[in-house]
């Protein structure tokens, strides 16, 4: 089992900055991919950035060149830097981590309980 512990969201305005943390923790063996989602009222869950497996990153679009997603592998965590924060940027964040873990290393999907980010004046 992998434990994801989000942790930086909150209220900002609109032009400012904020970062989020998510922590893995468990018995894991390696971790495949990593990296962020969020869902607003209304709307399906979206990437917003993320790790693939082979260790390049994908952004939305929406966010590219405002957004920064980076890790520590040694503690297995990642962050999302987010600048230039805008109204339509506020919403749920989820961490998400494809990982190898357990007594039998098996392959799964885990999910953060998510950061709530407000951007409003």
């Known amino acids: 089992q992998v434990q994801l512990v989000e942790s930086g969201g909150g209220l900002v305005q609109p032009g400012g900055s904020l970062r989020l943390s998510c922590a893995a923790s468990?018995?894991?063996?390696?971790?495949?991919?990593m990296g962020w989602y969020r869902q607003s009222p209304g709307k399906e869950r979206e990437l917003v950035a993320a790790f693939t497996s082979a260790g390049s990153t994908n952004y939305a679009d929406s966010v590219k060149g405002r957004f920064t997603i980076s890790r520590d592998n040694a503690k297995n965590t990642a962050y999302l830097q987010m600048n230039s924060l805008k109204p339509e940027d506020t919403a749920v964040y989820y961490c998400?981590?494809?990982?190898?873990?357990?007594?039998?290393?098996?392959?799964?999907?885990?999910w953060g309980q998510g950061t709530q980010v407000s951007v409003s004046s």
């Open positions: 998400n981590t494809e990982a190898v873990a357990g007594w039998y290393r098996r392959k799964n999907t885990y």
């Open positions: 468990g018995n894991i063996f390696s971790i495949i991919t």
